[in-house]
């Protein structure tokens, strides 16, 4: 069984830094591209940040230079550093692993909420 587990969201103000962290197992994950989605209240979930296992990263425009997505092969986790957090950052974030043979965004966390105030 694939198994996501996020941590690391919290309250922060405006300007600050968070770091998310999203431990996988059950799954082949130096092969696996992992993605950071987020949704906020009365919208649609968008996705974040990818990262594919040879290294390649897609941002969504709004978190371009301010979001950076990394992982560690050997821990089994992906992790998403959030600098200069603007409130429009406030969302529940899900960590998300591709189908190997579907290509499909087959599983997912259960969410951590981050909140940033003015």
């Given amino acids: ?8 969201g919290g309250l922060v103000q405006a300007g600050g830094s968070l770091r998310l962290s999203c431990a996988a197992s059950g799954t082949d ?11 906020a209240p009365g919208k649609q979930r ?10 390649a990263t897609n941002y969504a425009d709004s978190v371009k230079g301010r979001f950076t997505i990394s992982r560690d092969n050997a ?12 409130p429009e950052d406030t969302a529940v974030y899900y960590c998300a692993a ?3 043979i579907s290509g499909q965004w ?10 940033v105030s003015s």
């Fill in 1 to 8: 069984q694939v198994q996501l587990v996020e941590s690391g």
């Fill in 29 to 39: 994950f130096r092969r696996t591209t992992m993605a950071w989605y987020r949704q």
């Fill in 46 to 55: 968008e996705l974040v940040a990818s990262l594919t296992s040879g290294g």
């Fill in 75 to 86: 821990k089994n986790t992906v992790y998403l550093q959030m600098n200069s957090l603007k």
């Fill in 98 to 100: 591709n189908h190997l």
């Fill in 106 to 115: 087959a599983y997912w966390g259960q969410g951590t909420q981050v909140t």
